[in-house]
């Protein structure tokens, strides 16, 4: 059990557990260092490829220091200072996940979000917050970066614009699509390209 979020963060959407997330949590144990919150981002993903039916369950560093998941198991991990999450999805291209306890700033949101994101998916006339769409667009940035073809790019040069309630995110004309959940103190995003 972690001091904030208990055993686990918000549930994954109904929208993306239907295109085949595996979502599994763990608690970073003290004193909740890099090297504590690595250890809980490898074992949330064992547990995550295990749901997915995977054989292999390691989940070593690739080239860069991003996971490099089994053949035919796309995954992401993400995590806070107490509580990491991986997902897995059988078959797709890429996937992204990201998870944020932080309050993002106005100043933070201006710099993150182009003027036609803050007007059309902030309240009022949308339905996100900062913190949704911070964790969204670091998701999106995950799957998109595991595509491979997009070369070197910032995350916030990301577009996010709504879609039958997801978030459609592009870079250059690629697309994928996020997801995202939160509860009163955790943000969760995901971010999927199909294969």
């Known amino acids: 059990m972690t001091e904030a979020y208990g055993p686990a963060g918000p549930e994954v959407p109904a929208g993306a557990a239907a295109a085949g997330v595996r979502a599994r949590w763990r608690p970073v144990h003290r004193p909740f260092g890099p090297r504590q919150q690595f250890t809980a981002g490898r074992r949330a993903a064992s ?30 991990i993400s995590h806070t200072d107490h509580l990491a999450v991986a997902v897995v999805v059988p078959g797709a291209a890429a996937v992204g996940v990201d998870i944020e306890s932080a309050v993002i700033s106005p100043r933070a949101t201006a710099f993150v979000l182009s003027g036609l994101e803050r007007l059309t998916l902030l309240p009022p006339a949308g339905k996100y917050t900062p913190r949704e769409l911070f964790a969204a667009k670091e998701a999106a940035f995950k799957a998109l970066s595991g595509i491979g073809s997009l070369g070197d790019f910032l995350f916030w040069h990301i577009e996010l614009r709504p879609a039958d309630g997801t978030l459609t995110a592009s870079y250059r004309g690629v697309p994928v699509t996020v997801w995202t959940n939160s509860d009163e103190n955790l943000s969760l995003a995901v971010a999927i390209s199909p294969g």
């Open 47 to 76: 547990a995550a490829l295990a749901a997915a039916g995977a054989a292999d369950r390691t989940v070593p560093r690739a080239p860069g220091g991003r996971p490099r998941f089994p053949p035919g198991f796309a995954g992401s």
